[in-house]
């Protein structure tokens, strides 16, 4: 599979500051699962709307399916779909559904909705609550 890192599909609706941060973030996550790599990169081509949106820094983002991870010799190694917490200056994105690749190998890391603990723990206090029974 070729990577495309030009078509942001439905993804255009983020900024590049916006898009840069929900990528950040997510690489972060993937180090949460293991996945240690020196550079992710992310194809947004074929990513569809799953849900809910919301507006932060210089765009949108609603939580998108199928978004592709590379590594740095464009070898895909992870894909699935992301979610995020908006409240006030809070934002957090998290994967949702993911899935790694290894020589052909297609492993199942997270496959239920739900907030990990890793990503309840980077809520501020005062959204705890809101979010408590959310959590796998």
Request: glycine share 4%; aromatic share 14%.
């Amino acid at each position: 599979m070729k990577p495309d890192y030009i078509n942001l599909s439905f993804a255009d609706c983020m900024g590049i500051n916006l898009k840069a941060e929900v990528e950040r973030q997510l690489s972060e996550d993937l180090k949460c699962y293991g996945m240690i790599q020196d550079e992710y990169k992310f194809d947004w081509s074929d990513c569809c709307i799953e849900g809910h949106r919301t507006k932060y820094l210089d765009g949108a983002v609603e939580n998108f399916s199928s978004i592709m991870v590379f590594n740095a010799d464009d070898e895909l190694i992870a894909d699935g779909w992301m979610e995020f917490i908006h409240e006030d200056d809070v934002f957090i994105a998290y994967w949702e559904f993911l899935e790694r690749y290894e020589i052909d190998q297609e492993i199942r890391l997270k496959n239920e909705c739900g907030i990990p603990l890793q990503i309840y723990e980077q809520i501020p206090d005062q959204f705890k609550k809101k979010y408590k029974e959310h959590v796998l």
